[in-house]
């Protein structure tokens, strides 16, 4: 289980490669981060404890893992998560779209307009 954990980390996409440089080390809101993650069964994309929230990065490859997909994140309600998901192409383009998603959920007023994110 640990190999299958690392090796994820070593094959992240393009679009969690990004995604991580702006989470870890608390980069973002002091939250604290950890990159593809177990939690019971599954393997969370990114995964902040304290807040009890799962970020997934959804290809195109999810379109046909729907249903599992569905299976997962009730199942990851149900341990008190919450999973926010977000396309690939999203994060790309404009991830302030899962900043302020995260700030929502942690109920955090954004930063100074002269701050990051």
Not at 75 to 94: C, H, I, M, P, S
Not at 103 to 108: F, K, M, T
Request: glycine share 6%; aromatic share 10%; proline share 5%.
């Amino acid at each position: 289980m640990a190999d299958q954990t690392r090796r994820l980390r070593a094959r992240m996409t393009f679009a969690e490669t990004a995604m991580w440089k702006f989470l870890r080390d608390r980069r973002f809101e002091g939250l604290k981060f950890r990159r593809q993650v177990r939690i019971g069964p599954w393997i969370a994309d990114f995964c902040c404890y304290e807040l009890k929230l799962v970020i997934e990065l959804d290809g195109g490859v999810h379109r046909l893992r729907e249903a599992r997909d569905r299976l997962r994140d009730a199942d990851l309600k149900q341990r008190g998560f919450t999973v926010l998901r977000f396309g690939n192409e999203a994060v790309l383009t404009n991830p302030n779209i899962v900043f302020d998603a995260v700030r929502r959920h942690a109920d955090r007023p954004p930063p100074h307009p002269s701050g990051f994110a």
